[in-house]
């Protein structure tokens, strides 16, 4: 099945061939002039040279115009293989497609709202015929049922003929293209983007960057380079200080070697002050009894990180290296992860 961009949009248009597989683009005089697009020739050629089909309005109001039109826009240098020329289905427009087509022009019969019109582009040997659905729901009708039909019909008697699903509005759209067997799509950008969207994939892919991350990076990878450390001798107030320095709710208490011999968090601040009152910002960290922290190597992997989260119930861990304090990791940097 062929999938065409519906846009005059150049920017647009070039972003979304970067995909490498887009069939090609169709557009409209008012698409254009929603855009303020007045040199219509020089956008033609423009986008003949970016994009693998283009499909473009061969407008008039006599077969005699419209052939004249198409072969007109032929001779700026467009590719007869590449250039499909779109024409509104009425009965000039169907003779005009049946002489385009005896000069191997490529042919869409387009403004497509019944069956009949449909048989008869199909009768003229049309390349595409293109019921517009949109616009069709919007006026209250079935247009499923008419692209259904119109399939049909084109598999059934055999017609060299593509139905081409056009005027989409959303994903259900696209769907129901799918669903009835559609040879062409043509839809708008940001419908496009949104088909490779799933709520549920969103959750599995960012599950496999975690665990991925969990098992390749270091615990120093996901470390602030901020390092809150107190000695025995230090106050409480010199802890709460550098606490707040740091960004960090907890300091780590070491020996005269660096190395992590406890660790003071707000809470036990809070504590504290809630048992003795303010003066208890005046002790020394050596006044208290210490917990022995729970720290990591800082080569050691997430993964080891997550389970001593989990094994310890602890928040924070002091990372050491060669059994120095070097700094803390939160539980909530763990957590940063999954919306990285």
């Avoid at 949009?9 to 061939?17: L, R, Y």
């Avoid at 039109?69 to 590719?79: F, I, W």
């Amino acid at each position: 099945m062929e999938l065409y961009l519906d846009s005059a949009d150049i920017n647009e248009i070039k972003e979304a061939f970067e995909l490498g597989f887009l069939s090609g683009l169709t557009t409209t005089p008012t698409f254009m002039h929603r855009h303020g697009i007045t040199d219509i020739d020089g956008t033609i050629v423009e986008l003949s040279k970016i994009v693998p089909v283009l499909q473009i309005e061969a407008l008039g109001s006599t077969a005699d115009e419209i052939v004249a039109e198409a072969k007109r826009q032929h001779n700026l240098g467009l590719d007869k293989k590449r250039t499909v020329y779109k024409i509104p289905i009425s009965i000039e427009g169907v003779k005009a497609c049946k002489r385009l087509r005896d000069e191997d022009f490529l042919v869409n019969i387009h403004l497509v709202y019944t069956l009949q019109q449909a048989y008869m582009a199909m009768a003229a040997g049309a390349t595409y015929v293109c019921p517009l659905v949109g616009r069709l729901q919007d006026q209250g009708h079935d247009a499923i049922d008419l692209i259904d039909q119109c399939v049909q019909a084109v598999n059934y008697y055999e017609y060299d003929t593509k139905i081409m699903f056009s005027s989409v509005r959303n994903n259900e759209h696209i769907r129901n293209a799918l669903s009835v067997g559609v040879h062409t799509i043509t839809a708008p950008w940001k419908v496009i983007k949104q088909l490779p969207e799933n709520n549920l994939t969103e959750l599995g892919t960012r599950q496999f960057f975690e665990h991925t991350r969990l098992m390749t990076q270091q615990v120093r990878s996901i470390m602030t380079g901020v390092n809150p450390t107190v000695s025995k001798n230090d106050s409480m107030h010199d802890c709460l200080v550098k606490m707040t320095v740091g960004g960090f709710g907890a300091a780590t208490v070491v020996d005269d070697a660096g190395a992590p011999i406890g660790i003071f968090t707000d809470g036990d601040l809070r504590r504290m002050i809630e048992k003795e009152g303010g003066q208890a910002v005046n002790k020394k960290v050596g006044d208290l009894q210490l917990k022995q922290p729970k720290s990591i190597e800082a080569n050691a992997l997430l993964l080891s990180a997550s389970n001593l989260f989990k094994d310890s119930q602890v928040d924070t861990l002091i990372v050491t290296e060669n059994n120095k304090a070097i700094g803390m990791i939160d539980i909530q940097d763990l957590m940063k992860l999954d919306r990285a």
